[in-house]
């Protein structure tokens, strides 16, 4: 009966992906996603290894953690393995939100498959921090300190939240355990939105880089689509493994190999460096209220960009000039990146002033894709119904 099991997964999983429709003309572009799919599985079983030996306990933890660097036979390898497939799953995740902004493969009839890559990408930002603080070294004490401290600009409730996050008035072990079990629990959460794009990507199958959504163009996924997420994953691996062996430290932050010490503030505190833009926004703003508004909104914002154009996906492209198609694109990467920068500098001058000149601009320029959008919508739609009445004209005459 196993036997019998087996097989029928494995002929689903088969035929899944050789019926799996796939517009033609795809480009190395669309290995993004497959490739953060890779990281996440990295991050899995490698996590569950580590989960062996870590103690979730403020006393232990930090210790633990050098036990199975120091002790525990290739312990150093999943430590490094689980820290780093995590810099590369944000790497991927990020240069596939940045692939679908730019061919505005977040159009219909993609919005349901955008939208749920959304909400994987707010999720694994919170599985990310979780499992940043577990470690208990300095960066990941003060770290948790300062994010958790944000609730408390919530009215009348805020610093009540605050102290039942943390189980008490202050971070302690009850604060630690809460972040190892939710850390876990997250993290199934994020395998079940996974699971969810993907079967809502094939179900409408892949966008295409001309912007062009024809049914009748879908071609079943075939060993040349294979080839190039292969290459892909070669190039990716190479560069995983390099980091891996050579340069494990590249990505961290050095003042986590600290125990964490409550009497002892860091001079710089920093998040993780796919935190830095969110973490840039957040301060640029004065007001603490507002500033943790504003750093949602830097995220929840993406799940309106599918509202700027209900139109198919090919009509965006009538009545735009090639820069009208990527001024969106230009001002969000341009503003994105100098974030990134600016949050990982000292909070002071001119540091400070450039976050918010860019925080400016990362809002602005959503607002003006959707006054391109309208724009277009307005040209399509007149487009749209001078040629199908000239249609109805010829129709007519042929039946006469």
């Not at 300190?145 to 996050?165: K, R």
């Not at 390099?242 to 990505?251: S, T």
């Not at 973490?279 to 703003?285: E, F, G, K, Q």
């Not at 508004?293 to 309106?304: R, V």
């Amino acid at each position: 009966m196993m036997k019998t099991l087996k097989f029928t997964w494995w002929n689903i999983t088969i035929s899944h992906l050789k019926n799996y429709p796939t517009l033609l003309g795809l480009n190395y572009n669309w290995s993004f996603g497959a490739l953060t799919g890779v990281f996440l599985v990295l991050q899995l079983v490698s996590g569950i290894f580590l989960s062996f030996h870590y103690i979730p306990e403020i006393d232990y933890a930090f210790e633990s953690v050098e036990y199975i660097m120091r002790e525990v036979n290739y312990g150093w390898l999943m430590r490094y393995t689980h820290a780093n497939s995590a810099s590369f799953f944000f790497i991927f995740m990020y240069l596939h939100i940045f692939r679908a902004i730019f061919y505005k493969s977040y159009m219909r009839p993609h919005h349901r498959v955008w939208n749920s890559g959304v909400f994987i990408l707010i999720i694994s930002i919170v599985v990310a921090f979780i499992g940043y603080v577990l470690p208990w070294g300095q960066m990941s004490f003060w770290g948790a300190t300062v994010i958790t401290n944000l609730l408390s600009a919530i009215p009348i409730i805020g610093q009540d939240l605050v102290h039942w996050i943390w189980g008490g008035q202050t971070i302690n072990k009850a604060t630690l355990t809460r972040f190892y079990a939710l850390h876990y629990l997250l993290a199934i959460l994020l395998c079940i939105l996974v699971l969810i794009h993907l079967s809502l990507l094939h179900e409408v199958g892949s966008s295409n880089p001309i912007g062009i959504y024809l049914q009748k163009d879908n071609d079943p996924f075939n060993r040349l689509f294979g080839y190039k997420d292969f290459y892909s994953l070669m190039l990716a691996m190479l560069c995983f493994i390099y980091i891996l062996f050579f340069q494990p430290d590249l990505l961290g932050h050095p003042d986590n190999y600290i125990k964490a010490d409550p009497l002892s503030t860091p001079a710089h505190i920093v998040p993780e460096w796919y935190f830095l833009p969110f973490y840039a926004i957040l301060r640029s703003i004065d007001s603490k209220f507002w500033g943790v508004i504003f750093m949602l909104l830097s995220i929840l914002i993406l799940l309106f960009l599918p509202l700027c154009n209900r139109t198919v996906k090919n009509s965006t492209f009538i009545g735009s000039t090639e820069y009208e198609k990527h001024i969106f694109f230009y001002l969000f990467s341009v503003s994105i990146i100098t974030l990134w920068f600016v949050g990982g500098l000292p909070a002071e001058y001119p540091y400070i002033q450039y976050g918010k000149f860019f925080t400016k601009v990362y809002f602005v320029s959503f607002l003006i894709n959707f006054l391109i959008a309208r724009r277009e919508n307005t040209i399509t739609l007149k487009l749209f119904h001078f040629f199908e009445g000239r249609r109805l004209k010829k129709s007519r005459r042929s039946v006469w």
